[in-house]
């Protein structure tokens, strides 16, 4: 049978929210490596010049026990996967039904950042509300 409206606009799906500037790198590296397989699903804003993140991202991928990519638009947020903010767009979770996914965006400079922390949480505060953790790491 289908769900229900109600039930699919209900979600109890847990995610987190790292925000870390410049000369942080070392202390998301130290979060990310630390974490099991089976954890909730991360977005992350790193700021860091454009043609650096995905290369960041493979690198913690291959560190990591769990998956860590530069975000595309639309991707899903799921368990055990961190995604990347790519270096000169915003990223904005949204909430489609039960499931979280993010939107990589252009847009004004925040704070002087493309990408920036303050959107992100933004969103995840908008959209996930008590079912989201944030971290701010500095370096």
């Known amino acids: 049978p289908a769900a229900s409206g109600h039930a699919m606009a209900q979600t109890t799906e847990r995610i987190v929210a790292i925000g870390t500037s410049t000369g942080g790198t070392q202390a998301l590296e130290a979060v990310l490596t630390a974490l099991p397989r089976v954890c909730p699903g991360m977005v992350i804003v ?9 290369s ?3 690198r913690l991928n291959s560190l990591s026990q769990i998956e860590v990519r530069e975000a595309r638009n639309n991707d899903r947020i799921l368990p055990g996967l961190a995604l990347i903010a790519p270096g000169g767009k915003h990223m904005m979770v949204t909430r489609s039904g039960a499931y979280y996914h993010v939107q990589v965006i252009d ?23 008590k079912n989201a953790t944030g971290i701010i790491t500095i370096g």
Request: hydrophobic share 45%.
């Open 46 to 54: 790193q700021h860091m010049p454009e043609k650096f993140t995905a």
């Open 56 to 58: 960041f991202a493979e």
């Open 107 to 129: 847009g004004p400079l925040v704070n002087r950042h493309r990408p920036s922390v303050d959107v992100l949480f933004r969103s995840v505060a908008k959209f996930a509300g």
